[in-house]
């Protein structure tokens, strides 16, 4: 069973930034494609940005392109997202996980960004 275990996550004010960080366990995570999905209130949850296992390939949902980016370090199985020019839309909890998804996910990290 894998485990996810993301932080980072806090409040901001629009234009503002936060860098997330994900830390997975598994022996797999190298050949495992990995995404940030987020989930706001009223909403399902969407994928917002991807990465390949050898991180050469990324994609992003159109609303976060040019303002998010995805990396990965397989050396420390670690995802991250950092979320540049920050607005009230992208406030939702942020989780980590496989693409597609595992069916278990971790606790995810609140993004709130308000005045």
């Known amino acids: 069973q894998v485990q996810l275990v993301e932080s980072g996550g806090g409040l901001v004010q629009p234009g503002g930034s936060l860098r997330l960080s994900c830390v997975t366990s598994?022996?797999?995570?190298?050949?495992?494609?990995m995404g940030w999905y987020r989930q706001a209130p009223g909403k399902q949850r969407e994928l917002v940005a991807g990465i390949t296992p050898g991180g050469s390939t990324t994609k992003y949902t159109d609303s976060v392109k040019g303002r998010f980016t995805i990396s990965r370090d397989n050396a420390k199985n670690t995802v991250s997202l950092l979320m540049n020019s920050l607005k009230p839309d992208d406030t939702a909890v942020y989780y980590c996980?496989?693409?597609?998804?595992?069916?278990?996910w971790g606790q995810g990290t609140q993004v709130t960004v308000s005045s």
């Open positions: 598994g022996s797999t995570f190298r050949f495992t494609a």
């Open positions: 996980n496989a693409d597609p998804p595992y069916s278990d």
